[in-house]
């Protein structure tokens, strides 16, 4: 999945940078080069669902030499500290998504592997009912629906 930057924010990196700086000492994080610039890399991003070789190649086509093991790395540490959440939608390969606090399920195309997020009143309190009817109560959950296109 690609990161789609936002054509009129790619020279605003600079201005940024005591925010971004400020934001990752506040979440607990030494504010590196690397770390600051896939941040705002992502905050600049249109995508909200990306891969660390999509992170990886937009850096590259920025001119940023940052290399893939420092992306899986940072991607990680944004996990452990909430900023972004990993969802594993296929089999060995992680996507990730900026962390929003907003609960939402996804759908994933699995002909072309686009991501789909959909929030749904009703499906939220079936799946409340059913799990009071088994004596349970919903801690948290994640719902990923596998579709395919109706379109041929």
Do not use: C, P, W
Request: aromatic content about 6%; charged content about 25%; proline content about 0%.
């Amino acid at each position: 999945m690609a990161l789609v930057i936002k054509k009129e924010h790619l020279g605003k990196a600079s201005l940024n940078k005591i925010n971004e700086s400020n934001y990752l000492r506040q979440v607990g994080l030494k504010a590196t080069s690397a770390r600051i610039r896939i941040l705002q890399l992502l905050e600049q991003s249109s995508t909200l669902h990306f891969t660390a070789e999509g992170v990886y190649k937009a850096l590259l086509d920025a001119g940023e030499e940052i290399g893939l093991g420092t992306v899986y790395r940072v991607l990680a540490q944004f996990e452990s500290v909430g900023l972004v959440i990993r969802h594993n939608f296929e089999e060995g390969r992680s996507v990730f998504e900026r962390s929003n606090g907003h609960h939402h399920d996804h759908m994933v195309d699995i002909d072309t592997g686009d991501v789909i997020e959909f929030v749904s009143d009703k499906i939220e309190k079936l799946q409340q009912e059913i799990a009071k009817k088994h004596g349970y109560e919903i801690v948290s959950h994640n719902m990923v629906l596998f579709v395919k296109s109706k379109k041929k």
